[in-house]
T-cell receptor
Framework: GAVVSQHPSWVICKSGTSVKIECRSL??????MFWYRQFPKQSLMLMAT?????????EQGVEKDKFLINHASLTLSTLTVTSAHPEDSSFYICSAEDPSGNTIYFGEGSWLTVV | AQSVTQPDIHITVSEGASLELRCNYSYGATPYLFWYVQSPGQGLQLLLKYFSGDTLVQGIKGFEAEFKRSQSSFNLRKPSVHWSDAAEYFCAVGGILTGGGNKLTFGTGTQLKVEL
């Protein structure tokens, strides 16, 4: 079964509202998680590295005030898309690094549609 | 900067035929290399990975990949393709230069279609 779970699997929200996506490691504690986004028929682009107990590290070009990341516990990281716009519609995937650092597990992904 | 190139956007093979998906990378240090498979609307499943050691890596579902440092390649192969292998395949690279082995740069993917 899945060792990294994302919720919700899909969400539709109105333009201008905020939406939160959760990423949970189910069988291990993850000090590091990663958030990616994937546009239809395109590759995955790393958005940010989420570190438990500290601020996330954002990739160049990713707006940290728009994509808020909180890694409040060793099993949960959240991505909040603030003031969402239709261009934010995408597939968001998280991954979690196991304690050994040798293995990462990807979540099932979350479809966001902003209307 | 690191990069991954998957030259083939689409590949179609007949069921039972052999398969090779190409992956070339650019990385200024020893790379960690991965192949993932993604079914439509789904997350990613790790097929195999290379960190060090034997350059021929065996993965799940009968896949293997060979790391060739001289060619900066990490091609994925399968001797006999099954219809259920139809999916999108991503090659990825990570390592110390990207802040850690698990912070990945992905290729653009290769869409595999299998003809019955």
């Amino acid at each position: 079964g899945a060792v990294v779970s994302q919720h919700p699997s899909w969400v539709i929200c109105k333009s201008g509202t905020s939406v939160k996506i959760e990423c949970r490691s189910l069988d291990f504690q993850a000090t590091t998680m990663f958030w990616y986004r994937q546009f239809p028929k395109q590759s995955l682009m790393l958005m940010a590295t989420s570190n438990e107990g500290s601020k996330a590290t954002y990739e160049q070009g990713v707006e940290k005030d728009k994509f808020l990341i909180n890694h409040a516990s060793l099993t949960l990281s959240t991505l909040t898309v603030t003031s969402a716009h239709p261009e934010d519609s995408s597939f968001y995937i998280c991954s979690a690094e196991d304690p050994s650092g040798n293995t990462i597990y990807f979540g099932e992904g979350s479809w966001l549609t902003v209307v | 900067a690191q990069s991954v190139t998957q030259p083939d956007i689409h590949i179609t093979v007949s069921e039972g035929a052999s398969l090779e998906l190409r992956c070339n990378y650019s990385y200024g240090a020893t790379p960690y290399l991965f192949w993932y498979v993604q079914s439509p609307g789904q997350g990613l499943q790790l097929l195999l990975k290379y960190f060090s050691g034997d350059t021929l890596v065996q993965g799940i579902k009968g896949f293997e990949a060979e790391f060739k440092r001289s060619q900066s390649s990490f091609n994925l192969r399968k001797p006999s393709v099954h219809w259920s292998d139809a999916a999108e395949y991503f090659c990825a690279v990570g390592g110390i230069l990207t802040g850690g082995g698990n912070k990945l740069t992905f290729g653009t993917g290769t869409q595999l279609k299998v003809e019955l």
